[in-house]
Protein backbone atom coordinates (compact mmCIF):
# COMPACT_ATOMS: atom_id res chain seq x y z
CA UNK A 1 0.00 0.00 0.00
CA UNK A 2 1.23 3.54 -1.13
CA UNK A 3 1.58 6.34 1.12
CA UNK A 4 -1.14 8.18 -0.74
CA UNK A 5 -3.75 5.17 -0.01
CA UNK A 6 -3.42 3.55 -3.59
CA UNK A 7 -2.53 0.01 -4.08
CA UNK A 8 1.08 -1.22 -5.03
CA UNK A 9 1.86 -2.65 -7.84
CA UNK A 10 2.36 -5.78 -6.19
CA UNK A 11 -0.74 -6.23 -4.51
CA UNK A 12 -3.14 -4.50 -7.48
CA UNK A 13 -5.68 -6.29 -8.93
CA UNK A 14 -5.12 -7.84 -12.12
CA UNK A 15 -6.90 -7.02 -15.48
CA UNK A 16 -9.33 -9.85 -14.40
CA UNK A 17 -10.24 -8.28 -11.13
CA UNK A 18 -8.72 -11.11 -9.01
CA UNK A 19 -5.62 -9.77 -6.78
CA UNK A 20 -2.34 -11.26 -7.54
CA UNK A 21 -1.28 -14.29 -5.75
CA UNK A 22 2.63 -13.29 -4.41
CA UNK A 23 5.30 -14.49 -7.05
CA UNK A 24 7.03 -16.24 -3.80
CA UNK A 25 4.52 -17.98 -2.99
CA UNK A 26 3.29 -19.39 -6.49
CA UNK A 27 4.44 -23.06 -7.47
CA UNK A 28 4.66 -24.39 -10.88
CA UNK A 29 1.92 -26.80 -12.19
CA UNK A 30 2.84 -30.08 -13.62
CA UNK A 31 1.73 -33.32 -13.08
CA UNK A 32 4.57 -34.85 -11.68
CA UNK A 33 4.88 -32.19 -9.01
CA UNK A 34 0.61 -32.85 -8.51
CA UNK A 35 1.27 -36.37 -8.05
CA UNK A 36 3.96 -35.81 -5.43
CA UNK A 37 1.90 -33.57 -3.59
CA UNK A 38 -0.94 -35.80 -3.70
CA UNK A 39 1.46 -38.48 -2.08
CA UNK A 40 2.84 -36.08 0.09
CA UNK A 41 -0.84 -35.71 1.40
CA UNK A 42 -1.23 -39.56 1.92
CA UNK A 43 1.91 -39.94 3.41
CA UNK A 44 0.56 -37.85 6.39
CA UNK A 45 -1.32 -39.92 9.21
CA UNK A 46 -3.93 -37.32 10.56
CA UNK A 47 -4.86 -36.39 6.55
CA UNK A 48 -5.33 -40.10 5.94
CA UNK A 49 -7.57 -39.55 9.06
CA UNK A 50 -9.95 -37.14 8.12
CA UNK A 51 -9.91 -38.44 4.69
CA UNK A 52 -11.32 -41.62 5.55
CA UNK A 53 -13.75 -40.17 8.31
CA UNK A 54 -15.28 -37.92 5.45
CA UNK A 55 -15.23 -40.53 2.78
CA UNK A 56 -17.22 -43.32 5.32
CA UNK A 57 -19.38 -40.26 6.18
CA UNK A 58 -19.55 -40.08 2.24
CA UNK A 59 -20.58 -43.51 1.99
CA UNK A 60 -23.11 -43.47 4.21
CA UNK A 61 -24.93 -40.51 2.86
CA UNK A 62 -24.69 -41.96 -0.80
CA UNK A 63 -25.80 -44.98 0.12
CA UNK A 64 -29.57 -43.71 1.52
CA UNK A 65 -29.55 -41.49 -1.52
CA UNK A 66 -29.63 -44.59 -3.83
CA UNK A 67 -31.27 -46.51 -2.04
CA UNK A 68 -34.00 -44.33 -0.48
CA UNK A 69 -36.41 -44.45 -3.13
CA UNK A 70 -36.69 -48.64 -3.53
CA UNK A 71 -36.72 -48.77 0.26
CA UNK A 72 -39.17 -45.90 1.14
CA UNK A 73 -41.52 -46.35 -2.47
CA UNK A 74 -41.15 -50.54 -2.51
CA UNK A 75 -40.12 -51.72 0.75
CA UNK A 76 -42.58 -49.48 3.10
CA UNK A 77 -45.14 -48.75 0.27
CA UNK A 78 -44.69 -44.93 0.67
CA UNK A 79 -47.06 -42.87 -1.72
CA UNK A 80 -44.68 -40.16 -3.94
CA UNK A 81 -45.76 -37.29 -1.52
CA UNK A 82 -44.77 -39.34 1.09
CA UNK A 83 -41.47 -40.40 -0.42
CA UNK A 84 -40.85 -36.48 -1.55
CA UNK A 85 -41.84 -34.85 1.89
CA UNK A 86 -39.13 -37.58 4.01
CA UNK A 87 -36.66 -36.53 1.49
CA UNK A 88 -37.05 -32.91 2.03
CA UNK A 89 -36.63 -33.23 5.02
CA UNK A 90 -33.67 -34.88 5.83
CA UNK A 91 -32.52 -32.82 3.20
CA UNK A 92 -33.47 -29.83 5.25
CA UNK A 93 -31.91 -31.42 8.49
CA UNK A 94 -28.51 -31.49 6.80
CA UNK A 95 -28.73 -28.20 6.12
CA UNK A 96 -29.82 -27.06 9.46
CA UNK A 97 -26.82 -29.49 11.41
CA UNK A 98 -24.35 -27.96 9.19
CA UNK A 99 -25.66 -24.20 10.26
CA UNK A 100 -25.85 -25.16 13.86
CA UNK A 101 -22.32 -26.69 13.37
CA UNK A 102 -20.66 -23.20 12.39
CA UNK A 103 -22.42 -21.69 15.57
CA UNK A 104 -21.50 -25.45 18.05
CA UNK A 105 -17.94 -24.83 16.89
CA UNK A 106 -17.31 -21.64 18.66
CA UNK A 107 -17.25 -23.40 21.75
CA UNK A 108 -16.07 -27.37 20.89
CA UNK A 109 -13.39 -28.36 19.08
CA UNK A 110 -14.26 -29.91 15.43
CA UNK A 111 -13.05 -33.14 16.54
CA UNK A 112 -15.28 -33.02 19.40
CA UNK A 113 -18.21 -32.29 17.26
CA UNK A 114 -16.81 -35.42 15.11
CA UNK A 115 -16.80 -37.99 17.85
CA UNK A 116 -20.05 -36.62 19.35
CA UNK A 117 -21.93 -36.59 15.28
CA UNK A 118 -20.48 -40.19 15.24
CA UNK A 119 -22.45 -41.50 18.35
CA UNK A 120 -25.39 -39.73 17.07
CA UNK A 121 -25.01 -41.72 13.65
CA UNK A 122 -24.15 -44.46 15.17
CA UNK A 123 -27.67 -44.78 17.40
CA UNK A 124 -29.33 -44.09 14.13
CA UNK A 125 -28.07 -46.92 12.12
CA UNK A 126 -28.73 -49.42 14.63
CA UNK A 127 -32.33 -48.26 15.43
CA UNK A 128 -33.11 -48.51 11.82
CA UNK A 129 -30.91 -51.59 11.25
CA UNK A 130 -33.97 -52.69 13.82
CA UNK A 131 -36.97 -51.24 12.17
CA UNK A 132 -36.43 -52.91 8.80
CA UNK A 133 -35.00 -56.01 10.27
CA UNK A 134 -38.23 -56.34 12.23
CA UNK A 135 -40.63 -55.57 9.48
CA UNK A 136 -38.08 -57.60 6.94
CA UNK A 137 -39.48 -60.90 9.88
CA UNK A 138 -42.21 -60.41 10.78
CA UNK A 139 -43.78 -57.75 8.38
CA UNK A 140 -44.81 -55.21 11.28
CA UNK A 141 -43.80 -51.80 9.65
CA UNK A 142 -43.66 -48.31 11.78
CA UNK A 143 -43.41 -45.55 9.21
CA UNK A 144 -42.56 -42.55 11.90
CA UNK A 145 -39.94 -45.03 13.49
CA UNK A 146 -38.40 -45.71 9.85
CA UNK A 147 -38.44 -41.80 8.86
CA UNK A 148 -37.05 -40.93 12.86
CA UNK A 149 -34.09 -43.07 12.45
CA UNK A 150 -32.95 -42.26 9.31
CA UNK A 151 -32.84 -38.62 10.24
CA UNK A 152 -30.72 -39.46 13.09
CA UNK A 153 -28.33 -41.66 11.22
CA UNK A 154 -28.14 -39.30 7.57
CA UNK A 155 -28.33 -35.48 9.50
CA UNK A 156 -25.19 -35.56 11.28
CA UNK A 157 -23.24 -35.80 8.24
CA UNK A 158 -23.95 -32.54 7.95
CA UNK A 159 -21.62 -31.82 10.66
CA UNK A 160 -18.98 -34.56 9.83
CA UNK A 161 -18.21 -33.33 6.71
CA UNK A 162 -17.93 -29.75 6.84
CA UNK A 163 -15.62 -30.59 10.36
CA UNK A 164 -13.43 -32.86 8.44
CA UNK A 165 -12.96 -31.23 5.52
CA UNK A 166 -11.29 -27.77 7.52
CA UNK A 167 -9.59 -30.12 9.68
CA UNK A 168 -7.87 -32.02 6.52
CA UNK A 169 -7.36 -28.60 4.88
CA UNK A 170 -5.76 -27.26 8.10
CA UNK A 171 -3.25 -29.98 7.93
CA UNK A 172 -2.14 -29.56 4.29
CA UNK A 173 -0.44 -26.28 4.58
CA UNK A 174 0.81 -24.84 1.12
CA UNK A 175 -0.81 -28.34 -0.10
CA UNK A 176 -4.47 -27.20 -0.15
CA UNK A 177 -5.57 -27.32 -3.60
CA UNK A 178 -4.38 -31.07 -3.74
CA UNK A 179 -5.94 -31.34 -0.38
CA UNK A 180 -9.36 -30.05 -1.70
CA UNK A 181 -9.05 -32.26 -4.77
CA UNK A 182 -8.48 -35.86 -3.13
CA UNK A 183 -11.48 -35.03 -0.77
CA UNK A 184 -13.59 -34.44 -3.46
CA UNK A 185 -12.11 -37.23 -5.24
CA UNK A 186 -12.37 -39.36 -1.96
CA UNK A 187 -15.86 -38.27 -1.67
CA UNK A 188 -17.72 -38.99 -5.09
CA UNK A 189 -15.42 -42.14 -5.55
CA UNK A 190 -17.28 -43.51 -2.48
CA UNK A 191 -20.22 -42.40 -3.77
CA UNK A 192 -19.94 -44.25 -7.19
CA UNK A 193 -18.85 -47.30 -5.41
CA UNK A 194 -22.07 -47.85 -3.07
CA UNK A 195 -24.13 -46.84 -5.44
CA UNK A 196 -24.51 -49.51 -7.58
CA UNK A 197 -24.88 -52.17 -5.13
CA UNK A 198 -28.39 -50.90 -4.13
CA UNK A 199 -29.50 -53.03 -6.94
CA UNK A 200 -28.34 -56.17 -5.49
CA UNK A 201 -30.40 -58.11 -3.18
CA UNK A 202 -33.17 -57.29 -0.95
CA UNK A 203 -32.55 -52.51 -0.43
CA UNK A 204 -33.36 -52.16 2.73
CA UNK A 205 -30.94 -54.65 4.01
CA UNK A 206 -28.33 -53.16 1.39
CA UNK A 207 -28.85 -50.14 2.73
CA UNK A 208 -28.21 -51.34 6.67
CA UNK A 209 -25.16 -53.11 5.98
CA UNK A 210 -23.53 -50.35 3.33
CA UNK A 211 -24.69 -47.56 6.79
CA UNK A 212 -23.21 -50.33 9.33
CA UNK A 213 -19.89 -50.94 7.43
CA UNK A 214 -19.63 -46.55 6.41
CA UNK A 215 -20.49 -46.22 10.59
CA UNK A 216 -18.19 -48.45 11.71
CA UNK A 217 -15.28 -47.67 9.70
CA UNK A 218 -15.33 -44.04 10.76
CA UNK A 219 -14.32 -44.06 14.07
CA UNK A 220 -11.59 -46.31 13.21
CA UNK A 221 -10.13 -44.81 10.64
CA UNK A 222 -10.76 -41.57 13.12
CA UNK A 223 -8.04 -43.24 15.45
CA UNK A 224 -5.17 -42.22 13.09
CA UNK A 225 -6.04 -37.85 13.81
CA UNK A 226 -4.57 -38.88 17.01
CA UNK A 227 -1.00 -37.41 17.49
CA UNK A 228 1.59 -39.42 17.86
CA UNK A 229 3.34 -38.58 20.85
Same mark, same amino acid.
Given at each position: ???N *??P???????H???WRH??????T????LA??S???????????????I??S?AAL????????????? *???????L?F?????????G???????T??????RH?R?V???A?????AG??L?AL????? =??????HP??L =?AS???A?????????CC??LA?????????S??????????L?G????????N???A?I????MLI?V????????L?????
Amino acid at each position: MRSN *GEPSRRSRPSHWGCWRHPAARRTTGSLRLALRSFLDLLRMRTFRGYLGILVSSAALLFSYISTAPFVLQ *GVFEFSELEFAATFGAVGLGLLLTSLATARLLRRRHPRSVIRSAQLIQLAGVLLLALVIFVD =VGTGWSHPVLL =VASLAVAVVPCGAIGPCCTALAMAESGQRAGSASALLGVGMFLAGGLVSPLSGNGHPAIIMVALMLIAVVTGPMLGSLTARRR
